[in-house]
């Protein structure tokens, strides 16, 4: 069966299109041929029954005049037997005779037929008695002529009547052919709404898989796989997808390989520049004056800066190669982790003149503290970037029922809206920058989503309105057993 499909699927979406439109119009169109057919045979039905009335109506009436001439011809040559009033009635029988046989050759019924048949009979033996023996008076034809006229006066009721007759015939085809067309529209109704709606979903459902398959390569989902159903032209497109998906996992990892190779050999020399400074900081090649020692303090400065970039280039070519990051449990003392990532951005916080306002609540959690000092060390790290001159960054952790909430917010820019939903994208850059000649390199949010995920909790962008500044949020669960539980399930240590 799916081998006979598979035969005759449809090779392109316009053939698809033509079929549907077939099956949607074939049926209206018989519908249409349908309609004409009856009408046509009504016409032509209505156009026999009025020719076939006039006809009947008219010899009806010509039966009665000739009644009238051969009783006036007759009854004359009886009074004053006049030769040429005889042939006179002759002609007027004649002629009747033709009438009536006109009238006995129509399909009129088996009624109507008998009436003439009665009264061809009844002319007839009068016209025999009339030339075998005569008639001593004319008075005494009259009660023959009418009793003709009587008999002809019935035909003609029934020609009158044989209209009426048709009509409601008429009315009656009509009618029929009415009702089977509104049955015949009824049945086509849900027919053409079906088939429309079969078809629809067959295209539709081609389509939201390209979307689909489209969204993954935009997103994330460089995993899964792109299959395409339907038309085979479609199917074409979603095998050039698969080609694409797999083009663009090569090119992330060989992006992930040199990543982790450029990191490794940055952290070489940039070590050795962190040791002098700490060498000459320390006063181990001898004593610096006041300029020389601020000068060690930028450069010492810098240094744990460059670390902390190569830091977050290294963490992202790890958590790339797989799917979650490996994570080591233990308890941890929230409030002393986030005091002492404060403490490493002082001498940034001092220089910027940048107001802290910290409200911490004590409480101690089972994570990973490596991961979750990172995480918050990006968080401080970018409210400090963006807060201005003599702003204010505000932390703040408590607990919510079974979860930790923390909180960092500052007053610099702020996120611009449509920033929110690729923030947390890997190398994203905001629309939103700092006037600093050293921008960022757009994976501390990435890096941080990575973690806090992992711990299966969750970091949010929370809408500041028209207060302005920048309003992260992150949840972690405090069910402690029940992470572990889950992170060991994920097979992650």
Known sequence: MSGLFQRFRPKSTRRVILYGFALVALPLIGALIYAAFEVDRLAQQSQSAVHQAAQAIHNSQLLGEQVKAMERAARQYVVLKDENLLRAYHQSHAEFGLTARNLAMMSLGGVYQQRIKHLIEAEEELFRQLGEKGYDSSEALAPRFRELANMVAGIQADSNGLIEHEVALMRRIATDAQQVLFWVTLALVPLTLMTAGIYTLFISRSIHQIEQAIENLGGSGLKRSVEVSGPRDLQHVGDRLEWLRQRLMEVDQEKTRFLRHVSHELKTPLTAMRESAELLRDGVVGPLNSEQTEIVDILRSNTFKLQKLIENLLNFSTTTQTQ??????????MQQLIEEVIRDHRPTIKAKAVRLVTQLQPLKIRVDESKIRTVMDNLLSNAVKFTPIGGCIWIRMKQEQDKLMLEVKDNGPGIDPRDRKRIFEAFYQG????????????????????????HYGNIEVVDTGRTGGAHLRVVLPLNTTGTVERIVAAGVS
């Open 431 to 454: 629309r939103r920058q700092t006037d600093s000649h050293i921008k960022g390199s757009g994976l501390g949010l990435s890096i941080a989503r990575e973690y806090v995920s992992a």
């Open 324 to 333: 979650s990051p490996r994570l080591t449990i233990r308890e941890v003392d």
